[in-house]
């Protein structure tokens, strides 16, 4: 009989980090290798914002080292608040936004909140990390495969078989691991298939939320645009938890500085998990972060070069795919050649 519980004898680790760090030791031993893996940057070539960089340095200096509120210092859930309202026009109160150390710690607290044993949880492969939270919290998996044919983002006629009795959707755009989006039109037939789905539930049964990972959103390219529910359907807003942060459009994964947008009763829950889990973003951090956020000249200033550069080395990527695709059919070709010849001297 094992000594451990039964989750941490069925727990499996993250895959995605243990290939990254498994690169990462052959990258230390002298091997040649680009690791696209886990969604970080090389610091020296993509440092956080100098601005924010500063704001932290100088954070420590002034001592700022105490235990931060539970729901995330005022002044950054006010900058988060403003931030999103001038960037996305969404407006929330100071009671709908938590802040936490990245996503991860939200993801999880959002799974906490509303989930419970045997509750099904819809999500959509590839995706990320929906599967363990599941796990983790002894929900019941619904996995819809997406396809190749919509860029491997769920759609809502593939979502609408799965709905009824759910309480939990994930969705997630910039999609972690395709880079791929909703289209205003498929998440829009998507919001509209929640909300008939919650009218259908009486007023005392557990309604069906939606857990929205946007922590990619700023980063799009060409004419792709980013959508959100509740910018498409308002009513979304009462079903609609957001996970947001610095990590990636700030190129700051290691600063940990993430929030949670949504209802206050959700977020008041999210809140009193992480009160035991301790999974606070650093003050100094929360505090720089809020200066940095309300610096919208540095904020721009950043993200011109930042996604420049990003799109410089995602065309290089593309184009060496294309090359090598093409070398395979010029190969392919030669040995159907090679057998034409065999078959007919």
Not at 55 to 60: E, Q
Not at 66 to 85: H, M, Q, S, T
Not at 108 to 121: A, G, L, N, P
């Amino acid at each position: 009989m094992s000594q451990l519980s039964i989750l941490a004898d069925s727990l499996i680790g993250s895959e995605i980090v243990k290939l990254g760090n498994e690169i990462n030791e052959r990258i230390a031993k002298g091997e040649k290798i680009y690791n696209y893996t886990i969604g970080d940057f090389d610091p020296k070539i993509f440092p956080i914002p100098q601005a924010l960089e500063e704001a932290i340095i100088d954070a420590y200096k002034n001592h700022q080292t105490n235990y931060p509120p539970g729901d995330g210092v005022k002044d950054l859930r006010e900058a988060v608040l403003d931030f999103i309202n001038d960037y996305e026009g969404l407006n929330y109160a100071l009671e709908e936004v938590q802040i936490a150390s990245g996503g991860r710690p939200l993801i999880y607290t959002v799974f906490r909140t509303i989930v419970d044993e045997e509750d099904k949880v819809v999500y959509a492969s590839p995706s990320w990390n929906n599967n363990h939270y599941t796990h983790l919290n002894w929900g019941a998996h619904c996995n819809v495969e997406a396809q190749a044919a919509n860029l491997f983002m769920p759609t809502a006629a593939e979502l609408a078989p799965h709905l009824s009795g759910a309480v939990l959707l994930c969705l997630c755009s910039p999609q972690n691991p395709t880079g791929t989006t909703f289209s205003k039109e498929e998440l829009g037939k998507i919001c509209d298939l929640v909300i008939q789905e919650n009218h259908k539930r009486a007023d005392d049964e557990k309604k069906l939320y939606v857990m929205y990972d946007q922590m990619y959103w700023m980063l799009t390219y060409g004419d792709t645009q980013h959508y959100n529910p509740v910018s498409l359907r308002p009513e979304m807003k009462d079903y609609t938890i957001f996970v947001d942060g610095i990590s990636k459009v700030f190129a700051a994964t290691g600063v940990r500085v993430g929030w949670a947008l949504g209802p206050a009763k959700i977020i008041a829950k999210m809140k009193a998990f992480l009160s035991h889990i301790g999974a606070w973003a650093p003050l100094a951090e929360q505090k720089a972060t809020a200066k940095f956020l309300q610096n919208r000249e540095a904020v721009n200033q950043y993200l011109i070069p930042f996604k420049e550069g990003l799109h410089e080395r995602l065309q290089l990527l593309y184009d060496g795919f294309i090359r090598l695709k093409q070398k395979d059919i010029l190969w392919m070709l030669l040995l159907h050649k090679q057998h034409c010849i065999l078959l007919f001297p």
